[in-house]
């Protein structure tokens, strides 16, 4: 029987998630009670990288440690002159062995259309073979005159990759993506 938390989804849904899918999706299980967005925990996507940071360093991925340059996980999109980096963007993880590219969103992810700017960066980015974006199920916070405002941030994820992968005019570079709502 497969766990309920956290929800996730395999793009292109024809094909069987990798093994390293297990790996993400238990550590996500195991953090459940600092990170579940059902439970009213909001927490920014930096902090929700610092609670997995150790478990995804243990399964060999290099993690974003903070903000600053040399804190940073950065990932060539161009080579220039001598070979130095004339293009690059940051992600919050990646794991070499596999190409794995990882980031983690919270509110903005999709009204701040984070998820759109995710799958273009690591598009981009070379030895990119998965992208894994992890957001919330759902996302709460204040809208107009203070009322409460609740976003499903991974429903709509969701929708977005399969409208992605149904239509065929669009097509990303990459052997899977794994979208986790956590």
Known sequence: ???????????PMAK??????????????KNRDKIDTTRRLQKKSDEVLSIIRPDLTNIKFTVEKGKRNED????PVLFGEMGVFAHKYDIDAFRED??????????????GNAIYRDLIHMSLMVDAKYAVIAMPLSYKHKGAKSALVEVASYE???????????????????DGILLIGY
């Open 1 to 11: 029987m497969v766990a309920d938390y956290p929800r996730f989804v395999f793009f």
């Open 16 to 29: 069987r998630p990798p093994g390293w899918t297990n790996d993400i999706l238990e550590l996500l299980r």
């Open 72 to 75: 940073k996980i950065i990932r």
């Open 98 to 111: 596999d190409g794995i590219m990882l980031e983690v969103e919270a509110g903005r992810a999709i009204k």
């Open 156 to 174: 709509t994820g969701k929708r977005l990759l399969e409208a992605i992968f149904a239509s065929q005019r669009l097509t990303l570079p990459f």
